[in-house]
């Protein structure tokens, strides 16, 4: 046990800021673990994405051992290539049809009924929705695998249509699907709480001037929720826009048709061996994302100010 | 009139609904009872020889074992760094403490996909870290660690500071103002963030699947793709079986958090 | 030998706040002493300064012949109750009891015995077992107590004592405190905002304002003699008629009333006159030496009104009238000061026979 003893060497000035004389060493000393980790496996690998990019690193092979320094061919190379752009509009389908528009409005919509429902159908709802969220990963693709199946599938035996191909057909209408019945559980419990938070005196005041839901939602409720909306819509985006699990229903195919960009860099630089042209691809994903918090965080600044 | 049509309105989107979350579970209920499952959700002819077989696979038990020593694993890592440091940071103000913060949880939400796999790849291969479990341990540590000092902070900036100072009038040292007083106060928190953590482990695919060669070492989210039989097909019993055991953990954990602390969001998330 | 002596104290908060400016303060061995000002006047940093839960930038504070500046709070022998009590909730009241000698190695039998004595003398026996959420905020008050007596201490410092209960039992409360105080005889400082909580408890009061004492006394003294307009605005329920004067042929004019000083002041000064509503008498029909105005409000107080009469100048005097003598409202009506009982105030000084005499 270190003693008290240090505290008391401690600069007056510096104690004042510490109300249980930690001690600014002590209290760095509990920051440093924890700081290493990330900064090892979260920062670095972050860095290096920076230098991989811009190398013609390969998984096997010369390059293996002697990379070469490319400069920035990697990133034109990426720019310029076709499946890169069918990458990047498949997952802006995929981040805007089923984060954005998704499980947002659903998350809201599952929340707002839900407030005026008896409790015992509000907490089988809600059980439901979490239990897609909180199933692992690799299960619930396989239930929706098991769903969606040409030959014996539930769906097709329950709308009668043997043999239709979902996965084949539609790849990327399954994959936006399936992510909101696996994601709006998040949304909804925000949402939930968010509108516990709406004075219910603002909801009387729309109802006794005579509002229709519309226009009590627009006029009473947004503005008091915009800010929870907010940092729902840029995590549910972030994690979308890097969600792997789509991979694991389609792994891509067929024919590139739902190759969002997390399939996209897997396949290329681990699927293909080519890490350094993945790496360009992670940093171009990296600066979408964040492209996307900062606009994120400009609609946020705007409604403070 | 009106009140009748938004009561219809209601009901039906509700049905709907919970149509759409309970299809796909259906089949996770029933095929591993049924003696011979098919892809489409049938009634079982009851049988629980499916967990026979499955008690009986060498690599399924020993996934499961694999996929509690990875959850538990990250998780005590997870739960004393980032009590520690969100201790410190709530406590000792450190300049620059929150925008740090903030840049550290963009950053992890944005880095634990996909984005980050070739560097952590090559970060693990030169560490020697693959194929091992304390990689797989290592890597989800770091990046659950700032969303977890974040819940954990917010957690310790609601608890009044005069509980420690109270213990420091009474002449506790600082360790023990920590053992005695801090950690029992807190401890709703160290369970939140535990039970999180076990939960993001647990279901993760992509880490272990990408730091994991050898499938003795695979955990349950991986050893889930390797059910096929001879025939090349996936194989519906042992999958259906396993998938519903590989659950529960989960389902029972949720249970266990909602009912003692309610299943609720704290502060952070809201803002 | 266990007061507490303050000496050129300053406390400095990062970014320029200097909560305690250069302060002296003697308490004396014993005394159940209030510090009293309005938030922000830096009397809870005085308290924490003192516990060594805030590190004096400058100065020294000493608890009895020990100087304990840079001791940290553990080895000031202080027994501290925090305005929100800060009772551990996850402890039973026996074990927050005894807490303090858990901290000093006390076996656990010993301990758990002297925590029962200290509860039961504070009647908290039936609820040694319970945890403090099951507790009233009296109980909770009390627990506080009897934790900050368990180590037998040498000062205590309360934080705000009563302010978490209600009104009713900060009554009761405040009657307890008292009594407990005189029985145990240990010295003890305590902090409030609340005028009248100040002057019903304390021995000794010093009254506080932007880090700096404005004036240290009895009760009595601050509430008859308050040494300036600060004091003078602060203490009592009822706030001092404080009216711009002039002194003019030895007497004072003041809202158009020419009253006799206190004390003698030369011609042509501007000054302050203050008397109390409660040092006021009204009277219905015109006197001498008196203020004169028409009744503009009525307030009842209970057992007495508080009548509030505008001059012809315009300006505000207040009078406290007992009852069934209340006038109405549009009434005119003479406020005349008690003998004794007025002030005169210089550049927000009061002024005294020894001053008045040098000037």
Redesign the interface.
């Known amino acids: ?4 003893t240090s ?2 060497t401690e600069p ?2 510096a ?10 060493r ?3 000393a ?2 440093a ?3 290493v ?2 900064v ?7 860095l ?2 920076l230098y ?1 990019g811009v190398t013609d690193y390969r998984l096997t092979g010369l390059e293996a051992t002697h990379p070469r320094f490319l400069g920035v061919r990697n990133y034109t190379d990426v720019l310029a290539d076709g499946r890169f752009h069918n990458s990047l509009w498949l997952t802006l389908q995929f981040v805007g049809g089923s984060a954005v528009l998704g499980q947002t409005l659903f998350g809201f ?2 929340a707002w ?1 839900m407030r ?2 008896p409790a015992a ?1 509000r907490r ?2 809600e059980a ?5 969220w ?7 693709a ?3 695998l ?2 969606l ?1 040409r ?7 329950m709308l009668g249509t043997p043999g239709t191909a979902w996965l084949l057909d539609h790849p990327m209408a399954c994959v936006i699907v399936f992510n909101v ?1 696996r994601g709006t559980a998040f949304s909804m ?2 949402y939930t ?2 509108l516990g ?1 709406v004075p219910p005196s603002h909801l009387e005041t729309a109802k006794l001037a005579g509002a229709s839901t519309w226009q009590t939602l627009r006029d009473a409720v947004l503005p008091k929720i915009r ?2 909306a907010l ?1 729902s819509l840029l ?1 549910v985006s ?2 979308t ?5 789509p991979f ?1 229903i389609t792994a891509g195919g067929p024919e590139n048709r739902s190759e969002v ?2 399939a996209y ?2 396949r290329t ?2 699927g293909e061996g080519r ?1 350094g042209f ?2 360009a691809i ?2 171009v ?2 600066l979408i ?2 492209l996307i ?1 900062f606009a994120y965080l400009q609609a946020l600044r705007r409604r403070r100010a | 009139m009106r009140t009748a049509l938004r009561r219809i309105a209601a009901t039906t989107f509700v049905s709907l609904v919970l149509a759409f979350f309970a299809l796909p579970m259906l089949w996770l209920a029933s095929a591993p009872f049924n003696a011979d499952p098919k892809i489409h959700v049938s009634l079982p002819s009851f049988t629980l020889e499916n967990f026979r077989v499955l008690l009986d696979d060498p690599y399924a038990l020993r996934s499961l074992r694999n996929s509690v020593v990875l959850a538990a694993g990250t998780a005590a890592i997870v739960v004393v760094f980032a009590a520690l440091a969100a201790y410190a940071l709530s406590r000792v103000r450190l300049p620059g403490r929150d925008v740090l913060l903030y840049l550290l949880l963009l950053l992890s939400s944005i880095i634990t996909g996909t984005a980050a796999m070739v560097p952590i790849f090559l970060l693990a291969t030169q560490l020697h870290l693959v194929d091992s479990h304390l990689g797989v341990v290592l890597v989800l540590s770091g990046g659950l660690l700032p969303t977890a000092i974040f819940l954990l902070k917010d957690f310790t900036d609601a608890t009044p500071a005069s509980y420690e100072e109270a213990a420091r009038v009474f002449g506790a040292s600082p360790l023990q103002t920590l053992r005695h007083v801090v950690v029992p106060v807190i401890r709703p928190g160290l369970a939140m963030v535990g039970i999180w953590t076990v939960a993001q482990v647990w279901g993760d695919f992509l880490m272990p699947f990408l730091l994991l060669r050898d499938p003795d070492k695979a955990p349950a989210s991986v050893i889930m793709y390797t059910f096929y039989t001879e025939g090349g097909q996936p194989d519906l019993a042992l999958i259906s079986t396993f998938s519903l055991l590989y659950s529960v953990p989960v389902v029972l954990m949720y249970l266990l958090v909602s009912r003692r602390y309610g299943f609720r969001f704290h502060g952070g998330i809201k803002r | 030998m266990t007061g507490v002596e303050l000496s050129a104290l300053t406390k400095d908060y990062p970014g320029g706040v200097r909560a305690v400016d250069g302060l002296d303060l003697a308490v004396p061995d014993g005394a159940f002493f209030a510090l009293l000002g309005p938030s922000g006047c830096g009397k809870t940093t005085l308290l924490r300064t003192i516990a060594g839960l805030e590190t004096a930038t400058s100065g020294t504070v000493r608890i009895g012949d020990r100087d304990v500046t840079r001791l940290p709070p553990g080895r000031r022998d202080v027994g501290m109750v925090f305005q929100d009590y800060a009772l551990f909730p996850h402890m039973t009241v026996a074990d927050n009891i005894a807490y303090p000698l858990r901290i000093k190695k006390t076996g656990k039998a010993e301990r758990h015995a002297a925590a029962a004595d200290v509860a039961a003398s504070l009647g908290l026996s039936d609820l040694l077992e319970r945890r403090p959420a099951e507790l009233s905020g009296g109980q909770q008050q009390r627990v506080a107590l009897a934790r900050a007596m368990a180590a037998r201490p040498t000062v205590f410092l309360l934080d705000e004592p009563l302010s978490n209960l209600d009104a009713r039992l900060r009554l009761e409360a405040r009657t307890f405190l008292k009594k407990l105080q005189h029985e145990l005889g240990v010295t003890t400082l305590f902090v409030t905002h609340d005028q009248a909580e100040a002057l019903a408890m304390a021995d000794l009061i010093a009254v506080m304002e932007a880090g700096r004492i404005r004036q240290v006394g009895t009760p009595a003294e601050v509430f008859r003699r308050p040494a300036n307009l600060f004091v003078a605005s602060f203490i009592g329920s009822t706030p001092m008629n404080l009216v711009e004067a002039r002194v003019a042929d030895g007497l004072v004019e003041a809202a158009g009333a020419r009253l006799r000083p206190p004390v003698r002041v030369e011609d042509g000064v501007p000054v302050v006159y203050g008397v109390r509503p409660e040092y006021l008498d009204y009277s219905a029909a015109p006197v001498d030496e008196a203020f004169h105005g028409r009744v503009v409000v009525v307030e009842n107080l209970g057992t007495s009104s508080l009548v509030t009469l505008e001059t012809e100048g315009g300006v505000l005097v207040h009078v406290v009238v007992p009852e069934d003598a209340e006038p109405a409202p549009g009434d005119e009506g003479w406020a005349s000061p008690r003998p004794g009982r007025s002030l005169l105030y210089r550049e927000g000084d009061l002024l005294t026979n020894d001053v008045a005499a040098a000037a």
Not at chain 1, 40 to 46: D, I, S
Not at chain 1, 241 to 245: I, Y
């Open positions: 046990m270190v003693p008290a505290t008391r007056a000035r104690e004042a800021t510490d109300v249980v004389g930690l001690g600014r002590r209290a760095a509990f920051v673990p924890a700081l980790l990330i090892v496996f979260l920062v670095f690998p972050a290096w994405t991989l919509a599952i009924v005026e429902r159908v089988t709802v439901l929705v979490l239990l897609a909180i199933l692992p990963g690799s299960v619930v396989f239930l929706w098991a769903l199946d030959d014996g599938g539930t769906l097709n035996a019945w419990m925000l709480a968010a938070n800010g929870h940092t995590l972030l994690w826009f890097n969600d792997f699990t694991l960009m997390s860099v897997y630089a681990l890490l993945g790496a992670s940093l994903m990296l994302n964040l918090a």
